[in-house]
Each structure stands twice: as structure tokens, then as C-alpha cells.
């Protein structure tokens, strides 16, 4: 496949709703996910430790709904746009907000995903 | 100002149409621009050649509306989404697209632009 073509197959899997299945496919073992925080949590690297953030992000987060535009391609990266409208469920507080999620590839996989908000 | 204030700084100019006045305002001396396409034409570098670039693309294309969305920061980092309604001049086609820039800072000023599309 090339960059595109991942990117074209990983983006249709999330507005598919399948995120797991995105991850699970195109994740490299060590990517390194990057959110846009200070401190330790900021970043974490490997392919379990992203997917333990993602589980409690969504333990702790009622999607009401989510749209995602995309890919915006360029070389070995991508961004992709998400809307999303959410309650945090520990606060009940209702959210409304846009991110975008940059990712980087090599050799077929995704080794970094950065988050921008 | 911190990268934030730069982020929000430079994208309140460009809502404000004022792209020129922030590009002089916040571009760094050799920043490098990078299109999203292939050969010698994707890459250029400083700040004349980037003035130069853009001077080009607003030359040939007629610009119906732009909407401007951002910033989204991530440290050092931020993008911005655009929403274009544009004719190309030379062959009247008119087009509407959304693009994405990632702008990367260093020591207050903009070093690389970078466009998905």
C-alpha cells in the first residue's frame, strides 16, 4: 500500500467507528502517541500503552457522536479532523470540541500519532 | 509570547485576511514551506521564496471565500484548517477544498509550514 492508500484505509475504518480495528491493524509495536499537555502523561510509547490510553478515554467519555474528515495527506504524514460531542463521565459535564490528530508512517505502519487542540 | 499566543496571534491575521502581514510578521528568515506534492517544486526555502510562493498562488486564483479554523497547539507545534472556495484563473475551474497547515516554532518564529491536502 502506499502512504495514501493507508491513510485512505486507516481514516475509513475510524469514520466506520472501528478505531480498534484501525489501531490494531496500522499501529507500529513501538509508535509514540503525543498529546497536547505538559507533563508525563503527555507521551506514551508502545502499541499496549496506546491502547490502554485510548480504553480509558473511552471508559471515562460518552460519545454522543464524532465526525472525522479526512485524510489530508502529505508524504509519509497525515492529518485527520475530529469533531466530537462528549460527556466526561466522572463531571457530567457535556463537551463540544474539535481536534486534529496529525500521524507519521514508515514502513506501512503508523509510528507516531500527535494530537492538536 | 508563548507558542500558544504565537499560534492565536498569527491565525487571528489570517481570519482577518491579513496573510501577508502575518507571514512578515512571524515568518522565520529560512523557514521552509512544504507542499503536499512530489519533485523540485515541494520544497522552498526563506522567506523571499515562500513571499514569492504565495504571491504566485494569490496571482492565480480567484478567491470566493476562505474560512479559517484555529489554532489547534500541540507544544512547539500548531495547524490550522482551511476551507477554500476558489477559480483557478487560467482554466476557470472553480473549486472548493479543505486543506490542513502545520506550522512548527522556534525561538518565537514560524521555521516550517507544511501543507495536507
Known amino acids: 500500500m502506499t502512504s495514501k492508500e493507508i491513510a485512505e484505509s ?13 489501531a490494531a491493524k496500522f499501529n507500529a509495536d ?7 499537555m505538559e507533563g508525563p502523561m503527555a507521551k ?9 490510553k ?3 478515554w473511552y471508559a471515562h467519555h460518552e460519545v454522543h457522536s464524532v465526525t472525522t474528515e479526512g485524510p ?8 485527520v479532523r475530529f469533531e466530537m460531542d ?5 463531571t457530567g459535564q457535556r463537551m463540544q470540541m474539535a481536534e486534529i490528530g496529525l500521524y ?3 514502513d506501512g505502519k503508523i509510528v507516531e500519532e500527535r494530537f492538536f487542540y
Chains 1, 2 share one sequence.
Do not use: P, Y
Not at 513501538?30 to 497536547?36: F, K, L, M, P, Y
Not at 489530508?72 to 504524514?77: D, L, Y
Not at 462528549?86 to 466522572?90: D, Y
Open 10 to 22: 486507516f481514516t475509513a475504518l475510524l469514520k466506520a467507528g472501528r478505531h480498534e480495528e484501525a
Open 30 to 36: 513501538d509508535i509514540v502517541s503525543v498529546e497536547a
Open 44 to 52: 506514551c510509547q508502545g502499541r499496549e500503552a496506546v491502547k490502554a
Open 54 to 56: 485510548s480504553d480509558w
Open 72 to 79: 489530508f495527506v502529505n508524504g509519509n504524514q497525515f492529518a
Open 86 to 90: 462528549i460527556t466526561a463521565k466522572e
Open 104 to 106: 507519521t508512517m514508515k
